[in-house]
C-alpha cells in the first residue's frame, strides 16, 4: 500500500528540488529523472555524499525503493559528510555493501583506542547518512597500501563474501613503483610464505607451515633506475607483493620494512587500483578502478 502523505509539494528553492512521487521507483532512476540530462555518476555522487532526503530522511542507497507519494528533496551540489574526506573516497554504496577508495596511513580495522581506521571512519558516514548498520571488513589492506576495498553492512553479507572468497573476487589488481631495472616485459613469481614476526619465503609448505603464494607482473614503464609495475594477485598472502618483489630483488619503493630505503618515511608505492567482485545479492559482477596516484609518477622519475 502506498504511504499517504499531504500532497502539497513544498515549493523549490535555490538549493534543493523537490518533487513527489507518483509512481513506484528506485531512488537513483528517480534523481536521473528529476535532474535531467545528469550523467549516473554524478547522481550517485549526490546520493553518497548525502544530498537525498525521502520524507525528511536521508537516503543514499541507489536502489532505495520509493512509494507512491512519498517526497524526494535533492540537493545539486551536496557536500560530502565529514567522514568522506582526505583519508578516503567512496566509490560505490548500496544497502548492502560499500566500496571505498582508502589512501595510505588508514588502517582496515582498529588497532588500539583512537587509530585512524576505514571501519571508524565507515561507521561515522553511516550515522550521519541514518543508515542503522556499521561496516564488517571483507578484505584488507596493509596500512601503507592505498585503493579498492570493500566492506559489508552486516556480518551475514560478510560471511557471505568471505566464506567462499575465491569465487566471489573476479579480480584483484595492483599499480607499484619498484626499485631497478626490469630485465623481461612481464613475469611470474612463485613461493612458499610464512608469517612470523615477518611474512618469509620458506622452501616447501612443511617448513613452519608455509602457504602458497602467486603474483604476476607487468612491466608499465621503465625508468633509470625504478619501474612502474602492473601486479595481479594469483593468491591473497599477507604482504605478498611487497615480500615477491623484494625476494626477486625490486622492493617497492617506500617500503623500509622489506625493502632498503633511503627514505622510509616516505609514502610506500603500492595501490589497489582494480577490484572485480559478484555482488553478494543480486550476483552481478561488480568492476571498480582508480587512478594510479599522482606521487608514483614523482617516485618513478626521481633524481638520484
Not at 144 to 151: I, N
Not at 285 to 299: M, N, W
Given at each position: 500500500m502506498p504511504r499517504r502523505h499531504d500532497h502539497r509539494v513544498p515549493r523549490n528553492d535555490d538549493k534543493a528540488v523537490v518533487r513527489e512521487v507518483k509512481q513506484p521507483a528506485k531512488l537513483l532512476d528517480f534523481v536521473m529523472q528529476t535532474l535531467d540530462g545528469i550523467s549516473r555518476n554524478k547522481a550517485k555522487s549526490i546520493l553518497v555524499h548525502g544530498g537525498v532526503t525521502v520524507d525528511d530522511r536521508v537516503q543514499s542507497h541507489v536502489d532505495y525503493p520509493l512509494d507512491e507519494g512519498s517526497i524526494v528533496k535533492i540537493r545539486r551540489h551536496a557536500r560530502p559528510s565529514s567522514a568522506n574526506n582526505k583519508n578516503f573516497r567512496i566509490v560505490y554504496e548500496d544497502r548492502w555493501i560499500v566500496v571505498v577508495d582508502k589512501q595510505q596511513g588508514v588502517l582496515s580495522m582498529p588497532v588500539g583506542a583512537g587509530s585512524?581506521?576505514?571501519k571508524t571512519l565507515l561507521d561515522r558516514h553511516f550515522t550521519e547518512t541514518h543508515?542503522?548498520?556499521?561496516?564488517?571488513?571483507?578484505?584488507?589492506?596493509?596500512?601503507?597500501?592505498?585503493?579498492?576495498?570493500?566492506?559489508a553492512k552486516s556480518v551475514d553479507i560478510q560471511q557471505q563474501m568471505t566464506a567462499d572468497w575465491h569465487a566471489t573476487i573476479i579480480d584483484r589488481r595492483y599499480v607499484a613503483v619498484v626499485e631497478g631495472v626490469m630485465e623481461q616485459p612481464a613475469g611470474k613469481v612463485e613461493s612458499w610464505l610464512h608469517d612470523t614476526d615477518r611474512m618469509v619465503v620458506v622452501s616447501s609448505p612443511v617448513d613452519d607451515g608455509g602457504k602458497w603464494a602467486a603474483t604476476e607482473w607487468e612491466l608499465v614503464e621503465q625508468a633509470e633506475d625504478r619501474a612502474l609495475l602492473f601486479l595481479h594477485l594469483l593468491t591473497g598472502r599477507k604482504n605478498q607483493i611487497r615480500v615477491h618483489m623484494a625476494d626477486i630483488g625490486h622492493p617497492v619503493v617506500g617500503d623500509g620494512k622489506y625493502g632498503h630505503q633511503d627514505d622510509p618515511g616516505s609514502r610506500m608505492c603500492l595501490h589497489a587500483f582494480r577490484l572485480a567482485f559478484h555482488h553478494p545479492v543480486t550476483g552481478e559482477?561488480?568492476?571498480?578502478?582508480?587512478?594510479?596516484?599522482?606521487?608514483?609518477?614523482?617516485?618513478l622519475h626521481h633524481k638520484s
Open positions: 585512524l581506521n576505514m543508515q542503522r548498520c556499521t561496516a564488517h571488513v571483507v578484505h584488507r589492506l596493509d596500512v601503507r597500501t592505498s585503493g579498492l576495498m570493500v566492506y559482477a561488480l568492476e571498480f578502478e582508480t587512478p594510479i596516484p599522482r606521487f608514483f609518477g614523482t617516485a
